[in-house]
């Protein structure tokens, strides 16, 4: 299987701090990660797609200054929140994008567990 | 952003009831995914559907990717009680950079 390790699963901190989630494939390389957020009882929101060795791509509305994105090895996407504050508090998930070696077609996405963060 | 149409939003069924989900998109998708994710955990990948018309199984579930590519179903078979949790589809198009549209989500409650 292809499995996408996220860290931490489960973060609190002061407003004003930063925060910074890893999500890591295990078992294949990713060239190409995503962020996503969601609130409860709703689907899934793109944040940002995270390309390694590049700037990562922001959705409409999401402040990437807000939300930094580093993509250094082909293995490893960090999501940082700066300077968090209490409207940041969601649950944070991260997918890996494996590859068929095909330009299209059966590039299959790879979801981390979460990570769901407080901010008081 | 843009999100297919997941109906029906919830269902509460019997341990042992057959279950169906179906997501339907104004717009062609070139694959089709479902996906269920446990409370506080990442969506866990279901079925993958390349073709129109494909019908796949992985267990007691089946899905399928419609001939018009606008729209996919999902059905659970004999359900128990771990099937609980919610269920996404998600469309992928060539042109999109491997990006996902999602569904709603079907909420699904067991009942033993």
């Known amino acids: 299987g292809a499995v996408v390790s996220q860290h931490p699963s489960w973060v609190i901190c002061k407003s004003g701090t930063s925060v910074k989630i890893e999500c890591r494939s295990l078992d294949f390389q990713a060239t190409t990660m995503f962020w996503y957020r969601q609130f409860p009882k709703q689907s899934l929101m793109l944040m940002a797609t995270s390309n390694e060795g590049s700037k990562a791509t922001y959705e409409q509305g999401v402040e990437k200054d807000k939300f930094l994105i580093n993509h250094a090895s082909l293995t490893l996407s960090t999501l940082t929140v700066t300077s968090a504050h209490p409207e940041d508090s969601s649950f944070y998930i991260c997918?890996?994008?494996?590859?068929?070696?095909?330009?299209?077609?059966?590039?299959?996405?790879?979801f981390g567990a979460g990570t769901r963060l407080s901010v008081l | 952003g843009q999100q297919l149409n997941q109906s029906p939003q919830s269902m509460f069924i019997q341990e042992g009831e057959d279950v169906s989900m179906n997501c339907t998109s104004s717009?062609?998708?070139?694959?089709w995914l479902w996906y269920k994710q446990d409370p506080g955990e990442g969506p866990v990948l279901l079925i993958a559907l390349y073709k129109a018309g494909e019908l796949t199984s992985n267990g007691r579930l089946t899905a399928q990717f419609g001939i018009t590519r606008k729209d996919s179903f999902l059905n659970i078979s004999a359900s128990i009680p771990s099937d609980v949790g919610i269920y996404f589809c998600a469309g992928q198009r060539e042109t999109s950079g491997s990006r996902l549209t999602f569904g709603e989500g079907t909420q699904l409650t067991v009942n033993p």
């Open positions: 717009s062609i998708f070139n694959t």
């Open positions: 997918s890996a994008l494996r590859t068929s070696g095909r330009k299209y077609g059966k590039n299959i996405q790879y």
